[in-house]
């Protein structure tokens, strides 16, 4: 018994440090003429592991550049953190490349 309470108290840590890592705003500031390719791979695999070739699996509310720019700016709850050192123009490549190299679930 008590080792399944050990074993359940690690593995919530392991989850709980993982989204947090994740969470929290992100200070990457990409060098100027950095491509939308060269961003994911820098600043969003780590928490965005590509599927089967494609960068994301985009729920069809999400499959705008709009939409993507604003979470890209602002972040999304805890798992999704801001970028706020982008510039506009590297927040727009960078949206216009996941959503150019994402699929949209039916």
């Known amino acids: 018994m008590e080792r399944k309470v050990i074993s359940s108290v690690v593995l919530f840590g392991c989850v709980l440090g993982v989204l947090l890592g994740c969470a929290r705003s992100n200070d990457y ?3 100027p003429g950095t491509t939308g390719e060269t961003m994911f791979k820098e600043a969003c695999v780590q928490c965005h592991t590509p599927v089967k070739g494609n ?3 985009l729920k069809p509310e999400v499959a705008n550049i709009d939409v993507i720019m604003e ?3 602002n972040g999304k709850g805890i798992g999704m953190p801001a ?3 982008l510039a506009e123009d590297s927040a727009q490549s960078l949206a216009e ?3 150019e190299n994402s699929v949209t679930r039916q």
């Open 29 to 31: 500031t990409p060098s």
């Open 83 to 85: 970028f706020p050192n």
């Open 55 to 57: 960068v994301m699996i």
């Open 71 to 73: 979470r890209i700016k």
């Open 97 to 99: 490349y996941v959503l």
